[in-house]
């Protein structure tokens, strides 16, 4: 992959806040890798900045992950795991991070952040799924799409079927509790293992907090349709209607995650 991802960006677009409030809307993208590294991380970078300068948000980027601590994490409205790879977090790391979700935090997953964290059953379901394989030869295929759901902010004024080329992929631990927004047909390319209903896109209420993530990463064009309105959306698409105040990041849950 060469390339990010305007189809991905444009859904997660939706998933980044507009100064829509008192409080300064800022997003933290981590996009640190233990394992296979992308080479479009740093043109998702950019387009993300540049989404920040276009609609009013803050974005901050890095790969350290020592900026996981509650009080750090409580600047953010949504942090994004731009094509995360591997074990990305140590354990006092992880906890922070489930505090900030339980605490009303937002996330959004792109590609390979189903590739991440395998051994942190809290983040699987976080993300909806995990990675489990490729087509293979070629990773990279073109395939049909079909949105199943135009109401979410996220697929508005989206066709009803997106042919595209990507690379996609199968999933394992899919969790019950995600609302598919996109699946891709598997009889419009060899390789899927997932059946008739193939996710791509999805969303779900998680754990105090809400979770977006798109598959969809190298598509090189997007919708004519887009709304330049999608990018004021991300309030309703991750974040309750009351901020949660930062000092609850700091008081443990006394749950593990939501059942």
């Keep these: 992959m060469q390339r990010l991802v305007p189809l991905a960006l444009l859904l997660a677009s939706t998933c980044i806040p507009v100064s829509a409030r008192s409080q300064e809307s800022r997003v933290l993208v981590f996009s640190k890798t233990a394992g296979f590294r992308h080479s479009s991380i740093g ?10 300068e276009e609609n009013g948000f803050s974005v901050d980027t890095t790969e350290d992950a020592s900026a996981f601590t509650s009080r750090n994490l409580a600047r953010y409205r949504a942090v994004v795991f731009l094509n995360t790879t591997g074990d990305v977090l140590n354990p006092a790391q992880q906890d922070d991070f489930e505090r900030y979700i339980q605490a009303g935090g937002g996330y959004v997953g792109i590609h390979s952040a189903t590739d991440t964290e395998y051994d942190w059953p809290w983040y699987g379901r976080l993300a909806g799924a995990w990675f489990k394989s490729h087509p293979n030869n070629p990773n990279v295929r073109k395939g049909t799409y079909r949105v199943l759901d135009k109401s979410h902010p996220s ?3 989206f066709p009803d079927t997106l042919v595209r080329e990507d690379e996609f992929y199968n999933f394992k631990s899919i969790d019950p509790s995600i609302h598919v927004l996109i699946e891709i047909d598997e009889k419009s390319y060899e390789g899927g293992t997932n059946g008739d209903h193939h996710p791509m ?16 990463a190298t598509a090189s064009a997007a919708p004519s349709s887009r709304s330049r309105r999608s990018s004021s959306v991300f309030m309703s698409a991750l974040t309750p209607d009351t901020p949660s105040s930062p ?3 700091f008081t443990r849950r006394s749950r593990p995650f939501a059942s």
């Design 43 to 52: 043109v998702g970078r950019a387009a993300i900045r540049k989404l920040g």
């Design 155 to 157: 697929t508005e004024g």
């Design 201 to 216: 896109s999805w969303y779900h209420a998680f754990d105090g907090g809400r979770a977006w993530y798109t598959n969809i």
């Design 247 to 249: 000092d609850s990041l």
